[in-house]
């Protein structure tokens, strides 16, 4: 198995992370199978709905009035979820917020806890912390059990464990859960999973999940899933945190009624998926007596003040720009070295933390900008790429490095070319002599030398033609 | 204080774009174009999909229709919320209201659930609860292996809209949403029925007469 940390301050570069995941051929097979999947269901769903790009603008709307005046709807939501029992926290980074759940279990007496799955959780790499301050977690999401009693890292936004087939996920239950006749299909995977954890819901009285949305005007958090864990989780514990990016709010109630036609379709191809769950801080006699939301802010604020980065953050986390992304189709997610892969990996990382250390994932992607097509909120991923790599040139534009790179000499020279026609087809005409040597039996050029041979290490270069279009023309007048 | 921190950063960020103060405006269907009788028969369609089982009855037979579809289950001890109607009750079966007593693995130890709803989706085929006194507490339709729930043809929309114009009057209540019982695909995106939430989910659709008086819960 190819293990690749999800961790952006120390995973390698996107294409030497790719490299190495691309030989994994198992793991190729399991993401194709996965996504096509998912992307048929999608494809059918949407064509049914003869409002879908009415009902894309509207949550792209939804979104970005909502991020247009956070502070005063995050300001709301606090208000209102108070004033119904529940509490509300402020982290600034991923430190604090682990402090802060930790402070919560620990008052509550809880040395274990159950949990919903949550992008935001694995973004502040919260188990690892609570197992280390002595807190047993039970992941309860089967794709979640199957990561965490593996040991893996989330592949995927939606459906974590989608690089992992049935054989894969019998051996590693048989080992972890003493079930050696096991058998390899998967309704008898899920039932050992619902066995596993049907005695965890009963007896353990603390829960951590996300939130799919937080409704400003009502107070109300807002959990989207399929298998009935959340619910379990959400309504069974005596204490419930709720791990939520400052991002996730929505101005209103009413506004669910736009993104919960779009969500699941996007996310799972379902016209709604088996369960959502909306409550408003604690309600006497059902669920949670103890209930605390903890906003996270953790680089999110960074990304509000232009309008390009700030459309990152209306993202819902359907995770169809994967699904379709001819990249990470290939690849997988752990290639992304982040919990966030796929496109939306490829502009949330770099944004979120620190640009060095995710200088590589602008530049991982190809720009056809199917993942746009599909977005469920109308993200333009591929303008956020293309402004993040000028950022990365930018920012490398004064190193000594860079100033005598040969990409740096090579494009002042293109630049010096361009800039004259004349210069232009005495440089076509040098090429046509140089490219020779290098171009194969079947026409093509397969491999050149230098910094030109980083772009024939992916692909097959077409060689110039004899004769240009101007040459043609000069030609063609000539002769009449 | 981070309270302070995180929302003095989020101003300052968002100060240049005050200018254009404009709430957005929504320009999308919310109102469906089925009959009756189509909206029926589609949710019906709906929640077949899911693998759910649909019945019928005129109002005045449902006691008799609960009744024969939970002894035809095989589901003779049920809970239901404290305040469901007792003419629902068939005499025949052993029925135990809730109570803030019972603990969960009480309730889970039942044969099955039985309870009204709030709303239903067609066009999404979703069951909306939002736990008023013919619900009950959310454990309640989450523990018991089967749930039995009855929707009269007057809590039926066509979309999703029309259900949240229902919803909002009451939009603080702890609200679930049930869309077929619940399953996972999370293995080579198999769909498997059955997971944590009840597995069996059977739906009785009551058609009233239109001058029938309107049920209320007391």
Known sequence: MTLITVDPLKAPSFPKAAAELLRDTQLRRNVAHATDVIQHKRAALVAEKSDWQALRTAGAAIRAEALRHLDRYLEQFEKQFTAAGGHVHWASDADEARRIIAGILHDAQADEVIKIKSMTTAEIDLNRSLESAGVRVYETDLAELILQLGHDQPSHIIAPALHKNRHQVRDLFAREMHLPDLADDPPALTEAARLYLREKFLKVKAAICGANFLIAETGSICIVESEGNGRMCLTLSDTLISVAGIEKVIPTFAGLEVLLQTLPRAATGERMNPYNSIWTGVTPGDGPHNMHVVLLDNGRSNLLEKEITRQTLQCIRCGACLNTCPVYRQTGGHAYGSVYSGPIGAILTPQLFALEHAQSLPYASSLCGACYEVCPVKINIPEVLVYLRSRVVDKNRNNLSSVFSQERIGMKMMARIFLNHERFEKAQRMARIFEKPFIGQDGWIHKLPGLAGQWTAARDLAPIPAQSFREWWRGRKASQ | ?218
């Open chain 2, 1 to 218: 204080m981070s309270r302070e921190a995180i929302l003095g950063r989020v101003r300052a960020a968002l100060s240049a774009d005050r200018s254009a103060e404009s709430s957005p405006l929504l320009s999308y269907p919310r109102t469906g174009t089925l009959n009756t009788e189509e909206r029926l028969q589609m949710l019906e369609e709906r929640l077949h999909e899911y693998d759910a089982r649909v019945f019928h009855c005129p109002e005045q037979a449902l006691a008799q229709r609960i009744f024969e579809v939970l002894s035809a289950a095989g589901r003779l001890r049920i809970i239901h919320p404290a305040a469901l109607p007792t003419s629902w009750h068939a005499a025949q079966l052993d029925w135990t209201p809730d109570s803030p007593g019972l603990s969960y693995a009480e309730i889970e130890a039942f044969d099955g659930v039985l309870t009204g709803a709030t709303a239903a989706v067609t066009e999404s085929g979703s069951i909306v609860l939002q736990h008023g006194p013919a619900e009950g507490r959310r454990a309640l339709t989450l523990l018991p292996d089967y749930h039995l729930c009855v929707i009269f043809e007057n809590q039926i929309v066509e979309t999703l809209p029309e259900c949240f114009d229902r919803l909002k009057a009451n939009a603080a209540a702890p609200t679930t949403f049930i869309s077929g019982p619940s399953a996972t695909a999370d293995i080579e995106m198999t769909r498997i029925k059955g997971v944590h939430g009840p597995r069996f989910l059977d739906v009785i659709l009551v058609t009233r007469p239109s001058n029938f008086p309107k049920l209320t819960f007391q």
